[in-house]
């Protein structure tokens, strides 16, 4: 099973950034698809974003096209992040980091390795 770690959280005012990371061991970093999900209190786990083994296929969810960006280090740090940009009071969240074979998977949510959560606070 793939182990994830990430990190970067915090509290921000409403427009700033935070950028979050997410370290993977346990397999080939460059055969799994990562993505991002993010549980707000008291709502269900929702899709934020999604990017291929490669590196050169992204998802994001409709609300935060333009202003979040996924990436992937695929190279020593094994590693994917989420610049998260123009950052509303309605991001605010806790954002784990997930795994998959396909990005299909990732989308799904239905992978069994999550990470152990970031929070995210925008205050407006």
């Known amino acids: 099973q793939v182990r994830l770690v990430e990190s970067g959280g915090g509290l921000v005012q409403a427009g700033g950034s935070l950028k979050l990371s997410c370290e993977a061991s346990?397999?080939?970093?460059?055969?799994?698809?990562m993505g991002w999900f993010r549980q707000a209190p008291g709502k269900e786990r929702e899709f934020v974003a999604a990017i291929s083994r490669g590196g050169s296929i992204t998802y994001y969810k409709d609300s935060v096209k333009g202003r979040f960006t996924i990436s992937r280090d695929n190279g020593k740090k094994n590693t994917v992040y989420l610049q998260m940009n123009s950052l509303k009071p309605e991001d605010t969240a806790i954002y784990y980091c997930t795994t998959g074979p396909t990005v299909a998977v990732v989308t799904g949510g239905s992978s069994d390795s999550w990470g152990q959560g970031a929070q995210v606070t925008v205050s407006s």
């Open positions: 346990g397999r080939t970093f460059s055969t799994i698809a």
